[in-house]
Structures are given as structure tokens and as C-alpha cells.
């Protein structure tokens, strides 16, 4: 054998093109490339240049137009892929701000739910109406008709976003039996747990045996309106317990209110300011409410918070049921604020934004009106002496 032949160039054992056409060519590391917009792309084995020849069929678009191809074809993206994007996105809001903790946690369930009953490998163009009707069957064995409601408008919103953005290429099917329950149903439901509010007499042994900090944020439940999350990330730059009002947004919306203090729930606030213990977590420092442990009493996860715990506690104690809780308090406002006829104000005072004309421009309200809504309220519970 010559030298020359010892030493051949494995380039000579390169296929040639299947035909003068193909777009690809046979690159030494035994694979057909490309070169697009000055980078080397690879496609597949020599031995199967049809299967290279699909691949980049599939990702030529992107590729040629600067953007980064998708590693797997829409019909084998699997539903941990499709849940690991859309967490991904949704996190990116959290990490912005964009999202509340709250619904983070909320969509984190949706997806972990589709893994557990899908499985993770599960093929997303595999699933059909059977299997989505299965899946709500599931849920309504387990849970109410809101909760039911709540998990397939976001188990929906995770696969609207895969085909938003062509991480699916198809609209999937759900079928008629993956639809929310109906308002009739809704309706009936709510209305056998009863009247989600509480009597006057209620809040009054509410507030005779609550603690310190719970009577505080008993009284702003019924005084302003406010909910679990409102006490619960409530700063005390909020308050302003020498004019008595307090001047805070919504945490789940971001919607500004406003709202006049009674001259109970600034004596409440006093007397939690008094005893407040310094927070563990440097970032919970400007917080009104902190626990007996130095913790927060807002909750960052879907579990119950301790607010949610502790009016649990005071309801059993002094047996107050109708499967009500903490939040109640919020409905009441809503239901007897009403009545003092001004829905505006009671509108700001919640923190409700209506969809409406007049809304876009009002530019503000006066502080007569929520007075009069609060202090309708006011006297409801505590008589027109107090």
C-alpha cells in the first residue's frame, strides 16, 4: 500500500447528494449541515438524509430568519414540556411583579394536576375529548363547582399559551364534556351554604373574644372591606391613625381605595402597633400585622393562612357556622355598604373597578361619600349611639 493510501482523507468515504438539489451537504463529522446566516447547523446522520432533510424542512424558517428553532416537533411536545413553558412564563411575571404569589401557586396546581393525571410523558396531540372529560370527572368528584370551574378555565389557559405560541401548532380539542359548570349550577351551590356574610350580633362576639391583632383586622374586614391578603401585606405607611383613614391597593388587583377609619378600628390598630414583635424576615419590617412568632400573616401559598386558621378558631369557639370564614366579613361590607345607596363609594372602599363610561371619567371622590358608606355600616353593628 503507498503512503499516499495509508493516509487518505476520510473525506472521500462522504456520500454524495441523494440529488443535485438537496439543500444539505456531508459534513466530516459524518452528519448533513448547512451553513445559515454565518453558523453551522446539523440536521442528521449520513445514513438518513431523508430524516435530516424533514428536520430541516421543519426548522429552515426560523433558522433563516435569526430565531432559535424549537429542539422538538409540535407533534412530540409532551405535557411536561408544555407545563415547563407555561410555568416559565408565568414565573418570568412573578419575578416582575406582574403576578401575585396567590395566582402564581393557583397556576403551578393546574399544571402539576395535568402531569399527575396525564403523566409527565404523555404526548400533547395524543389527548382527546375522552380524556379531558375523564379529567373533569375526576374534579368533581373531589371538589365544589367554583373550584371545578377555577382548574379547567386554567387548565385552558396552559394549552391557549402553548398554541399562542407555537410551541403546539393545533387548537386542542376539549370536547363538550371539559366545560365549566353552568351559572344555574354555580347558583344552586352557593345557595345551599347559605348567606356568606355575617349578622351584626356575630361580628360583636367576633370582636369581644377575638386577640389583639385578630379584632384589629376583624374590625378593617367589616370597616373597609378588607380581605385575607388586605391585613396580610397591609405596611403601616398605609395607615394613618391620627386622620383615621387608611389609603391602600388592592394586593390582587392594584386597584387604589380609600376608606375612613372608625374610631374602634384606630383604637384596634393602636393597640397592635403596641404590641407588634419585631419580624424574623427583614422584609416583612413595614408590615402592620406580624405574628406572635415574628412571622407574616399573609400567605404565600394556597394552604391556609394563618388568618384563615385563626378566625377558624374564633368561629368553632363561639359557634358561628354556615360554612363561613375569614372573607365574609368582606361580604358584609359589600351587602350592608349598599344600602346606604351610594355604590360608588362602596365600589372604592372594595377596591371594585367597573367597565363602564362613567368610570373613565371620574377622576375622584370625595371623602363625604365614603364617610356616609362607612358610617352606615358603622351604626348597623354598633348602633347609631356608637
Avoid at 35 to 43: D, N, V
Avoid at 169 to 178: A, D, E, H, I
Avoid at 187 to 209: D, P, T, V, W, Y
Avoid at 360 to 369: F, P, Q
Wanted: hydrophobic share 35%; net charge positive; aromatic share 8%.
Amino acid at each position: 500500500m503507498s503512503k499516499s493510501d495509508s493516509t487518505a482523507s476520510p473525506r472521500s468515504d462522504k456520500p454524495a447528494k441523494p440529488y443535485p438539489a438537496f439543500p444539505l451537504y456531508a459534513h466530516a463529522t459524518k452528519r448533513w449541515a448547512k451553513k445559515i446566516r454565518g453558523s453551522l447547523h446539523y440536521f442528521g446522520p449520513w445514513n438518513d438524509p431523508d430524516g435530516a432533510l424533514k428536520k430541516y424542512e421543519e426548522q429552515k424558517e426560523a433558522l433563516h430568519a435569526g430565531r432559535k428553532p424549537r429542539e422538538q416537533a409540535s407533534t412530540g411536545v409532551t405535557i411536561k414540556d408544555l407545563c415547563n413553558a407555561y410555568l416559565n412564563h408565568k414565573k418570568a411575571l412573578l419575578d416582575a411583579g406582574e403576578l401575585s404569589p396567590h395566582t402564581w401557586r393557583n397556576y403551578q396546581q393546574a399544571a402539576e394536576l395535568l402531569i399527575a393525571h396525564f403523566g409527565k410523558q404523555r404526548i400533547v396531540v395524543d389527548l382527546g375529548p375522552d380524556d379531558f372529560s375523564a379529567l373533569r370527572n375526576s374534579m368533581a368528584k373531589k371538589w365544589g363547582s367554583v373550584r371545578v370551574r377555577d382548574f379547567i378555565n386554567r387548565i385552558r389557559s396552559v394549552f391557549k399559551y402553548g398554541h399562542d405560541v407555537e410551541l403546539i401548532t393545533y387548537s386542542v380539542r376539549f370536547g363538550p364534556g371539559f366545560k365549566p359548570p353552568t351559572k344555574k349550577t354555580l347558583r344552586l351551590e352557593r345557595a345551599a351554604k347559605g348567606l356568606q356574610m355575617f349578622e351584626a350580633h356575630e361580628i360583636r362576639a367576633l370582636l369581644k373574644n377575638a386577640g389583639t391583632s385578630m379584632r384589629a383586622m376583624t374590625l378593617l374586614g367589616v370597616n373597609c372591606g378588607f380581605g385575607n391578603a388586605d391585613c396580610g401585606t397591609l405596611p403601616t405607611t398605609a395607615v394613618d391613625l391620627a386622620g383615621g383613614w387608611v389609603n391602600y391597593h388592592r394586593p390582587k388587583t392594584g386597584i387604589t381605595r380609600r376608606c375612613p377609619l372608625w374610631p374602634a378600628t384606630v383604637e384596634a390598630l393602636q393597640a397592635v402597633l403596641a404590641e407588634r414583635k419585631e419580624p424574623k424576615d427583614p422584609d416583612n419590617a413595614g408590615l402592620m400585622f406580624i405574628t406572635v412568632r415574628g412571622g407574616s400573616w399573609h400567605k404565600t401559598e394556597m394552604e391556609d393562612s394563618t388568618i384563615s386558621k385563626e378566625m377558624r378558631k374564633l368561629l368553632n369557639t363561639l359557634g358561628i357556622n354556615g360554612r363561613r370564614n375569614f372573607y365574609a366579613l368582606r361580604h358584609t361590607f359589600e351587602t350592608i355598604g349598599g344600602e346606604a345607596k351610594d355604590q360608588i363609594a362602596v365600589d372604592h372602599i372594595m377596591g371594585h373597578a367597573r367597565d363602564d363610561m362613567a368610570s373613565v371619567y371620574r377622576e375622584r371622590i370625595s371623602d363625604d361619600r365614603l364617610k356616609a358608606v362607612s358610617d352606615h355600616v358603622r351604626k348597623w353593628l354598633f348602633g347609631a349611639s356608637n
